[in-house]
């Protein structure tokens, strides 16, 4: 089994949800807070909230609570403030809406914390002032962990389930960050992991539980004027008859209206070690985005014959509308909702 320190504290997404996705700039904030702050409360955002509040901040009617113009984040300083550092679970009220479900506490630090916090009070039509990291750790002392880092420690690698009947589990190694897609050859060689939260790659040797990291998330991805949000969303990985290895993400860019998702899938293009090195954009295309970015790739495999099959999603999934110039209102395009069947002989497909 791997393990991640991440791992208790990705059940239930709320304000926290550990995805990785871009967000819309703030459309109004508040005199009072400052620019830079704001930005790194953006990008904050991006890497812990966007999954269910959403780009806009509506969140998803019946499902998750807006952040726009909410009554409930807006009324309560300390309110606002606990439930981002302790989570949340049972039946809240927001903008008198019914909501009910749960969230896990966030593992950021008081500093991010007040950032984000301050990003969310003065965005989208809010105007709240900024909050502080003194402020957040006052009210963190009143909360179970009363320091950042005594949450982090509770939030480490708790013990493992009871096993299924005739089963029997063992930890063989810790990892790092969260683990998102793990393949092999399926000849008893090493496994290769992706961590879904920076894209690097590592493999695993199970005998001998020897991890070390063959990728740098950093060194390989994209990055593009216009990309919105920080990380991109990596959501595949996948291994075709020549160990070679192939890694599908999703970026938002708007340097044209509507913004545009951008799809690219990486495949790795030489060999050290036995190893695949060397990740190079092998696949890309783009389509009209729309504000909850449910319509990139969701997963590949390769198939009996060879061929690689993508999954892409619906892009009406959460009823989104139109009505947002910076977002695409229509329906399905050729490109989304379906399965794509990719070639992996060729080289430019």
């Not at 063959?214 to 996948?238: C, F, N, Q, T, W």
């Amino acid at each position: 089994m791997f393990r991640s320190m991440f791992s208790s504290a990705m059940a239930g997404l709320g304000l926290a949800a550990l995805l990785f996705l871009p967000v819309a700039r703030a459309q109004e904030a508040a005199p009072t807070a400052p620019a830079d702050v704001m930005e790194r409360g953006r990008l904050l955002f991006t890497q812990n909230c966007f999954i269910c509040h959403q780009l806009n901040g509506q969140g998803l009617p019946g499902a998750y609570p807006p952040l726009a113009r909410s009554d409930y984040l807006l009324e309560d300083r300390d309110r606002s403030i606990r439930v981002v550092l302790q989570g949340l679970s049972g039946e809240i009220r927001v903008n008198n809406r019914r909501y009910a479900g749960s969230m896990p506490p966030v593992l950021i630090n008081d500093q991010q914390i007040a950032e984000v916090l301050t990003y969310v009070r003065n965005s989208w039509g809010n105007s709240a002032g900024p909050v502080s990291a003194a402020e957040v750790q006052a009210v963190r002392a009143t909360t179970e962990h009363k320091t950042f880092e005594a949450l982090v420690a509770a939030s480490q690698f708790p013990p493992l389930p009871t096993p299924p009947e005739g089963f029997t589990l063992r930890e063989v190694v810790k990892m790092p960050s969260n683990p998102l897609r793990i393949v092999s050859d399926g000849k008893g060689g090493p496994l290769y992991i992706l961590t879904g939260n920076n894209g690097d790659v590592w493999r695993l040797d199970v005998p001998n539980a020897l991890l070390r990291q063959l990728h740098k998330g950093s060194d390989y991805l994209e990055k593009r004027p216009g990309d919105l949000g920080g990380p991109v969303i990596l959501v595949a990985m996948a291994m075709d008859r020549e160990k070679r290895l192939y890694v599908g993400a999703n970026q938002q860019n708007n340097s044209t209206k509507p913004a545009q998702n951008i799809v690219t899938i990486y495949r790795s293009t030489s060999f050290a070690g036995g190893d695949p090195v060397g990740l190079k954009p092998w696949f890309q295309t783009n389509y009209p985005g729309n504000f909850a970015f449910l319509h990139g790739l969701e997963g590949m495999t390769f198939g009996p014959d060879g061929m690689l099959y993508v999954s892409n999603g619906a892009r009406t999934d959460a009823n989104q509308g139109g009505g947002e110039p910076d977002w695409f209102g229509g329906g399905e395009m050729e490109l989304t909702s379906s399965i794509w069947r990719i070639d992996p002989r060729v080289d430019h497909p």
